[in-house]
DNA sequence: TACACGTGTAAGAGAATTCTTACACGTGAA
DNA sequence: TTCACGTGTAAGAATTCTCTTACACGTGTA
């Protein structure tokens, strides 16, 4: 019964990777299909460079997966999709993903004073 | 059937307050019954300048409720709860949301060069 | 009066994000 | 050779986020 979410650490990266406009397009554009980088950068008006930047932030928080491929004239291509991940943001399963931070608990330090 | 989710813009709003570790601490301390600030402040092992600021921003996304509250020998207090939220993190979930996304498209601009 | 406790906010430093510009390399076709 | 297309990355500016420190106000009690 006990759904193991992500960690702590995990479930922060994601958020801090979805927590933009520009990355919620990306991945939103990728869940229509697969893409490679320099047309998928047309499509949604970015430079090049900032969706590559883009891109290692939300592959590195494992939303998407990329993979350099050889189109048929040659070229190096690299092609990113969407990882079909499915999270739930509730009061009690933060609580559990709080669980397995590894910050730096403000608590535990050298003894604070606590009363009540 | 349609189920309709958080703006765009709401759901940027919310990832972005989540996506810190004190604050999904704050969330899961919370979580575990409605406190006041600074009682708040020395659970956690925060400044309660600090606190304060964190709880503006989780407000502010609508996952806390605070209420000023007087106590029985006439301080006042203010006390905040979570707002039992549900949130779910897919790609078609996602998808939905970006159609409402107010951030400038970096498309529709002056029309730019788009050959498929 | 002075202290302990509660509230709120403002100024500033330091660090992290976001974005542009410019450079590097590779291939195939004119 | 030169151009068009693909890849990657580095440097710098502008902005935002995080946090500390210090100040303001209020009440009840020693």
Do not use: C, W
Not at 65 to 80: C, P, R, W
């Amino acid at each position: 019964m006990t759904a193991t979410g992500p960690t702590g650490d995990e479930l922060v990266e994601v958020l801090a990777a979805l927590a933009n406009p520009l990355r919620l397009r990306i991945v939103a554009t990728l869940a229509g299909g697969r893409d490679y980088v320099s047309h998928l950068a047309r499509v949604i008006g970015v430079s090049r460079p900032l969706l590559h930047m883009h891109l290692q932030r939300l592959e590195a928080a494992g939303l998407v997966v990329g993979s350099l491929e050889l189109s048929e004239d040659g070229k190096a291509m690299k092609y990113f999709e969407i990882a079909d991940f499915d999270f739930t943001l509730t009061p009690s399963a933060l609580a559990e993903a709080v669980l397995t931070l590894t910050t730096p608990d403000p608590q535990r330090g050298p003894a604070r004073e606590e009363r009540s």
